[in-house]
Each structure stands twice: as structure tokens, then as C-alpha cells.
């Protein structure tokens, strides 16, 4: 039985919850803009500074709260991740890129995503570049402000722009955003392309002392998310506690590649404590 199979069997969902939700919505930026009004990337090089109070309003993790019970889930969520990302002799392809999806919408997973890499951020020699790969949800994109500035759909629609013309250098040193760029259609095509294949591979060869963290869409909502996991030599799953019918994960999980490491993130787990984020399952299928 593999650990996400573990995970599943000894979940228990209780009905009487009101599970918390991750919030998702612009946030006012530097100067009192809002997302709609963001410039291009060109005018806000070299540095995209994260509204810190807004974002902590939220509930999400910033550099000021690293004391916090949230961060404390978030350094033991990392740091298997970490392990096999900085090992050589990892039997993964893509080791240091982790894909974060969940089974359906509105579980957590771009709130996941972004505590994450605020956590890993501050390592003393590790950098993490964090890709909005929901290219029809662009919830990460929206979170920070950046839902109107290039981004991944731009590199893989024009040849001329590259991954270096579309990183946004943030006021945390050690965090790059690649948002989602301009609206596209046929997403799922444009993940399946050989130049989406390429832009992994430049990720993961290319910047190998970095960890590169996919906010990737829901597996039950778009067969996107199946593209983007395959470029992955990660994958997290996050599950709301409460909410998420375990028939839901086990059809989620089912058509992941075996052969990745694959891991089981409950979001609003309360079984310890009324105050905890977070348990995580980890391991090899």
C-alpha cells in the first residue's frame, strides 16, 4: 500500500466543520495600486514588492511571522522536499521541481503553495522561484498582484521572450514569481507542448541549486493539471480535511505517475491541536 493510499484509508471526515479557505483575491499593492492597475514587469525590474500587511491580513505566511505556528508546519512540510531536491543521487528526473495541485478547487493549494515558498525562502543557501501553473485559475497571480503582467503563457507563445524576460525579483531575496501572463485558451495544449518541455528541463538543469515551486491546477477541474505534474519530479497534494471525499482523492491520485515522489498535504488538520495547518504524508507510491 503506498503512503497516499496510507493517508487516504486513515482519513475520517468529520461533517461539522467550517473549513478554512484560503483567500485568493487581489491584494492592494505598494502605493496604494491594485492589481488591474500593475505596470509591466519592464517598469517594476528589479524589485516587486509584496504587500506584506495585506498578505498577512490574509493568513499568509511572511518573513515577519517565521516564529509562528503556521511556519513551524511549513519548515516540516519543506524539508523532505528540500532532501530530494538537493540529492544528486535522487532516482528523479526534475528533482528540484515540485508540482502543488489538489484533487478539487478551493482547497488550499495556492495557499500552500505560497506559505511554502515563503518558508523556503529563507534558507541560507537555497532560492525558490514560484510559477503560477494554473494558467486558467491564476489564483497565485492574483494573490500578489501580478495577473496582468507577462508570465508563462507569453514565453511559450513567443519565442522571443524568455524565462529571464518574465522572473519578477521580489522583496524577498531569495523569492522569484513567474506569473501565469495573457489569457490563453487552449491551456492544457499549450502545457502539452515541446516548448513547455523545454522550459522545464531549463528550469531544473539550469538554476539546480533552485527550487522551483508549480501552483498547479486542481486534478479534478482540467486535464492541465496531468501535463504539468508529468514535468514534475515532486508532486504535493493538498486535501481540505473535512471537505474532500476521499473517492475525490483516490480519482486524483490514480493517474499520477508511480514512479515520482508523491506526497499528501491536510490542510486545516485539527487533530492535535484547534490550531494546526497542516499534516503531510511523504514518500514514494
Excluded at 502545457?191 to 539550469?206: C, P
Aim: charged fraction near 20%; glycine fraction near 6%.
Amino acid at each position: 500500500m503506498s503512503s497516499i493510499e496510507r493517508a487516504v484509508e486513515r482519513l475520517n471526515w468529520p461533517t461539522d466543520k467550517a473549513p478554512r479557505q484560503a483567500v485568493v483575491e487581489p491584494l492592494p499593492l505598494a502605493g496604494g495600486k491594485t492589481g488591474g492597475d500593475q505596470p509591466t514587469i519592464a517598469a517594476a525590474k528589479p524589485e516587486f514588492r509584496l504587500n506584506f500587511n495585506a498578505l498577512t491580513k490574509a493568513g499568509y505566511l511572511t518573513p515577519d511571522a517565521m516564529q509562528s505556528r503556521l511556519a513551524e508546519e511549513c519548515r516540516r512540510l519543506k524539508r523532505p522536499l528540500l532532501v530530494t531536491a538537493s540529492d544528486r543521487n535522487a532516482p528523479v528526473q526534475n528533482r528540484n521541481l515540485i508540482a502543488i495541485t489538489s484533487a478539487l478547487p478551493g482547497e488550499g493549494k495556492t495557499f500552500t503553495t505560497f506559505n511554502l515558498a515563503m518558508s523556503i525562502a529563507i534558507e541560507r543557501d537555497v532560492t525558490v522561484l514560484l510559477v503560477d501553473g494554473d494558467l486558467a485559475g491564476r489564483s497565485l497571480s492574483r494573490l500578489v498582484g501580478l495577473q496582468r503582467a507577462p508570465g508563462l503563457t507569453d514565453v511559450l507563445l513567443d519565442a522571443r521572450i524568455s524565462l529571464r524576460d518574465v522572473i519578477v525579483n521580489t522583496n524577498v531575496p531569495k523569492l522569484r514569481i513567474i506569473p501565469a501572463g495573457r489569457v490563453y485558451r487552449d491551456v492544457t495544449e499549450l502545457m502539452a507542448s515541446e516548448q513547455m518541455r523545454d522550459i522545464a528541463g531549463e528550469l531544473s538543469a539550469r538554476y539546480s541549486d533552485r527550487v522551483v515551486l508549480f501552483d498547479a491546477p486542481p486534478l479534478l477541474a482540467t486535464s492541465q493539471a496531468i501535463v504539468l505534474t508529468a514535468f514534475a519530479g515532486q508532486i504535493l497534494v493538498v486535501v481540505d480535511e473535512g471537505k474532500t471525499p476521499q473517492q475525490a482523492i483516490q480519482q486524483a491520485v490514480s493517474p499520477l505517475d508511480k514512479n515520482k515522489l508523491i506526497g499528501m498535504v491536510l490542510n486545516n488538520c485539527r487533530r492535535s491541536s484547534s490550531h494546526k495547518y497542516y499534516e503531510s504524508y511523504y514518500g514514494a507510491s
